[in-house]
């Protein structure tokens, strides 16, 4: 059974930082991408930042490039999402996803993702 449990959401203050996790379980070894997405009250899931599984290759929204910084931690199954200067805007929730069907023509597709995790609150106050 694959699993994907997040973390590390909150409120914070805009200029402020957060880093998100993401824990999977199951046959973590079929996966070759992980993303995270967020969906803002009223808007559609959008994407933010996807990894290749096994590599450092990463991909970010035009929205976060130079804020956000996505990692994993391969011993502990895990990715982070490194969130600083966060702005108003950024408030979300924000989910973890995975899959072994993304291909680099398509990471920031959430169509591409049938592994998704329940979401972190994300709040960011002016």
């Known amino acids: 059974q694959v699993q994907l449990v997040e973390s590390g959401g909150g409120l914070v203050q805009a200029g402020g930082s957060l880093r998100l996790a993401c824990a999977a379980s199951?046959?973590?070894?079929?996966?070759?991408?992980m993303g995270w997405f967020r969906q803002a009250p009223g808007k559609e899931r959008e994407f933010v930042a996807a990894?290749?599984?096994?590599?450092?290759?990463?991909y970010y929204a035009d929205s976060v490039k130079g804020r956000f910084t996505m990692s994993r931690d391969d011993a502990k199954n895990t990715v982070y999402l490194q969130m600083n200067n966060l702005k108003p805007e950024d408030t979300a929730v924000y989910y973890c996803?995975?899959?072994?069907?993304?291909?680099?023509?398509?990471?920031?597709?959430?169509?591409?993702?049938?592994?998704w995790g329940q979401g972190t609150q994300v709040t960011v106050s002016s």
């Open positions: 996803a995975a899959d072994q069907s993304v291909t680099s023509n398509n990471p920031t597709r959430t169509y591409a993702y049938n592994y």
């Open positions: 199951g046959r973590t070894d079929r996966w070759n991408f």
């Open positions: 990894i290749r599984w096994g590599s450092s290759v990463t």
